[in-house]
Each structure stands twice: as structure tokens, then as C-alpha cells.
């Protein structure tokens, strides 16, 4: 089954410094997103990403927070400044289209900020 | 007020049990329903969509009712390894394709 997979697993980072998540979705999709979870705390949305441009973000990503798809398969999240709150569960997502179909999602990649 | 609503429990259930969560969202113009499974630390994935003529996958039925907003899942005759948390999801299409969670409800099937 095909799958969206992520790197790193793990990462500690010091604050202030930048981050960057890497996610390759699933091949024939279309629709990219990012999620986190804060440890203890449910699953958020980041934003979603259509067309090499961002079409939905939350309020969570704000100027700190970028996305990009730098070639035809790698979707990465960068976090310009890491603040302690950063710390959480970094899911990637990816859909084949927008309406109706179901978002499948990485294992995650764990951001410690220090 | 919380978009998805949901008992955080946990439910301590034996097994063979049936257990039944519920949940509601406060979005009326909500469109899709889902409810997704997340192990400890590890990512969310599908359980089953929500249809609004209700619908069985197996052991597990999910229910929707859209007058009162509410969802629920019923799992019948659990098993061990259906402990986990489980996720009310909900998709607003005018809010893009978006996903808004519930903050789970926490299963444990115990011998």
C-alpha cells in the first residue's frame, strides 16, 4: 500500500534555531498538508498546499512557518525560529484530490525544542 | 465552544464487550465525517467515513445526525487490539480540505 513518508523521525533542536521536516507524499496525489499534535493535545491543521502554492492555512502558521515542494516529490515544513512551543508531532498528509477523499498521513516526525 | 466535542474517557472495557462513543461538532455546515484511529505516538489513520444513512464496516457501526450534529461509533465484541484512542473528525468543504479533530476518546480492552 502506498504510503507518505517522513523525515526525520526524531529531531531536538535548540531554540531559535531553524528546522526543517521533510515528507515525500503519496505519488499520484495532488494535495499536500501539514498537521501537529502537541503532546497530550489533539491534532491540528497547518495547512494545505495545491498547485505549488499554500490554498488553507490556520492560525497556528504564522510568518515563523513555511512550506514548499523544492522537486516533483519532496514536501518540506520549515520553522524559521523554533520556539519551545514548537515541540509536538509534525504530521505530513497527502490527498488525490480535494473533495471528499480520504487524507492519508505520515508516522510523524517528533520536534524537541530545547 | 469546541468545534468537535468529545468524552475523553478512558473507557476501561473488557473484552467481547460492545462500546459506543459518541461525539458533536459545532460547524453545521460540516460535510464529511469520519472517525480515524491513533495508537500511542504514532499517526491517525482511517477507521471509516460516516455516512448519513449510517453505515457497518465489520465489528464497527457509525451514525450520524445532522439535526443534533452528532456522531457515534459502536464496536461490537472488542478485541485487545482495538485499544487506542479514537478521533471524531470532521471535514468543512468551505474551509478547504480541511481536517478539524476531537481530542479523542481513549480505549482500553483489558482480558
Known sequence: ?114 | RKEVEQDPGPFNVPEGATVAFNCTYSNSASQSFFWYRQDCRKEPKLLMSVYSSGNEDGRFTAQLNRASQYISLLIRDSKLSDSATYLCVVNSYNAGNMLTFGGGTRLMVKP
Open chain 1, 1 to 114: 500500500e502506498p504510503e507518505v513518508t517522513q523525515t526525520p523521525s526524531h529531531q531536538v533542536t535548540q531554540m531559535g534555531q531553524e528546522v526543517i521536516l521533510r515528507c515525500v507524499p503519496i505519488s499520484n496525489h495532488l494535495y499536500f498538508y501539514w498537521y501537529r499534535q502537541i503532546l497530550g493535545q489533539k491534532v491540528e491543521f497547518l495547512v494545505s498546499f495545491y498547485n505549488n502554492e499554500i490554498s488553507e492555512k490556520s492560525e497556528i502558521f504564522d510568518d515563523q512557518f513555511s512550506v514548499e515542494r523544492p522537486d516533483g516529490s519532496n514536501f518540506t515544513l520549515k520553522i524559521r525560529s523554533t520556539k519551545l512551543e514548537d515541540s509536538a508531532m509534525y504530521f505530513c498528509a497527502s490527498s488525490e484530490d480535494r473533495a471528499r477523499n480520504t487524507i492519508y498521513f505520515g508516522e510523524g516526525s517528533w520536534l524537541t525544542v530545547v
